[in-house]
């Protein structure tokens, strides 16, 4: 699976893959994603998702034999519940509905302990062929 | 003890604040008002979420539209007061064209003691075809609040 050249802009990249559930992505702290001092920027958290939101329905296709559909994001919603601090986040999608034309997928933002989330979005997707 | 405003020009803030995410992105100030903000996000191969159609990524644009309406947030409170993002929602109207920078305009439109109420919209030339509308709330962080 490839992350487009946003992915590198943010650091981030595919940190593990257990092969049923979507992969986890991973973004280091650093100066380029940092928003208030000390903390993670709101836009690149939203960022991060979007990429967990569309590796994991990339997956999802894919396990569908689908892998050649291509789709564009109709809208995002993100919730913010924690400041983002100087560590790695984590990231991770979950396809709820994967329908012919469209796909609902959420995805959740968690540095220590994935049960604290840091942020997390709904995405809603459009699937064409 | 409730913090009060602490009033800045946004121009000056946002072009000696280069760090960061902002600047990585190289987010720059174009206008401001009395409730609202509008940055440029250039146009950048780094920005690239579609390799194949040449399109940006859609998190560069949630994070211009959260600056834009967070700098509006401020314009309509009179100056800087501590606050974090509760919630955005984005909805893609259509692609921004490859090769154009996107405008981003946030407007606060309703401020509560704890609660900021924003809208805004991201163009890529012309205001009337947007490529987003963004709607959330900021709410402040601040001690005494």
Same mark, same amino acid.
């Given at each position: 699976m490839?992350?487009?050249?946003?992915?590198?802009?943010?650091?981030?990249?595919?940190?593990?893959?257990?092969?049923?559930?979507?992969?986890?992505l991973?973004?280091?702290f650093?100066?380029d994603v940092?928003?208030?001092?000390?903390?993670?920027?709101?836009?690149?958290?939203?960022?991060?998702?979007?990429? *967990?939101?569309?590796?994991?329905?990339?997956?999802?296709?894919?396990?569908?034999a689908?892998?050649?559909?291509g789709f564009?994001?109709?809208?995002?919603?993100?919730?913010?519940?924690?400041?983002?601090?100087?560590?790695?986040?984590?990231?991770q999608?979950?396809?709820?509905?994967?329908?012919?034309?469209?796909?609902?997928?959420?995805?959740?933002?968690?540095?220590?302990?994935?049960?604290?989330?840091? *942020?997390?979005?709904?995405?809603?997707?459009?699937?064409?062929? | 003890?409730?913090? %009060?405003?602490?009033?800045?020009?946004p121009?000056?803030?946002?072009?000696?604040?280069?760090?960061?995410?902002?600047?990585?992105?190289? @987010?720059?100030?174009?206008a401001?008002?009395?409730?609202?903000?509008?940055?440029? !996000?250039?146009?950048? %191969?780094?920005?690239?979420?579609?390799?194949?159609r040449?399109? &940006?990524?859609?998190?560069?644009i @949630?994070?211009? !539209?959260?600056?834009?309406?967070?700098?509006?947030?401020?314009?309509?409170?009179?100056?800087? %007061?501590?606050?974090?993002?509760?919630?955005l929602?984005?909805?893609?109207?259509?692609?921004?064209?490859?090769?154009?920078?996107?405008?981003?305009?946030?407007?606060?439109?309703?401020?509560?003691?704890s609660i900021a109420?924003?809208?805004? &919209?991201?163009?890529?030339?012309?205001?009337?075809?947007?490529v987003?509308?963004?709607?959330?709330?900021?709410?402040?962080t601040?001690?005494?609040?």
């Amino acid at each position: 699976m490839k992350l487009p050249p946003y992915a590198a802009l943010l650091g981030a990249s595919i940190g593990s893959e257990d092969g049923t559930a979507a992969p986890v992505l991973a973004m280091p702290f650093g100066n380029d994603v940092t928003g208030r001092p000390g903390f993670v920027h709101g836009g690149a958290l939203a960022g991060l998702l979007e990429l *967990a939101a569309i590796t994991a329905l990339e997956h999802a296709l894919a396990a569908e034999a689908r892998g050649e559909a291509g789709f564009k994001p109709v809208n995002v919603t993100v919730d913010f519940m924690r400041g983002g601090r100087e560590k790695l986040t984590r990231a991770q999608g979950h396809v709820s509905r994967l329908g012919s034309r469209i796909a609902n997928v959420e995805a959740v933002a968690w540095q220590d302990d994935r049960d604290r989330p840091v *942020a997390a979005a709904r995405m809603n997707f459009l699937i064409s062929g | 003890m409730e913090m %009060l405003p602490i009033p800045f020009d946004p121009k000056v803030f946002l072009t000696d604040c280069q760090d960061g995410h902002g600047g990585r992105l190289g @987010i720059r100030y174009v206008a401001h008002g009395a409730d609202w903000c509008e940055l440029a !996000l250039p146009f950048s %191969l780094e920005l690239i979420g579609h390799p194949a159609r040449g399109v &940006i990524a859609s998190g560069p644009i @949630i994070a211009l !539209l959260d600056m834009a309406t967070s700098v509006g947030v401020w314009m309509k409170r009179g100056g800087f %007061l501590p606050h974090a993002t509760l919630d955005l929602r984005v909805d893609y109207l259509r692609p921004a064209t490859p090769g154009r920078d996107v405008i981003g305009r946030g407007e606060c439109y309703r401020l509560t003691r704890s609660i900021a109420f924003v809208r805004g &919209i991201a163009h890529d030339g012309d205001a009337d075809d947007p490529v987003a509308h963004v709607a959330g709330t900021f709410m402040t962080t601040g001690a005494g609040v």
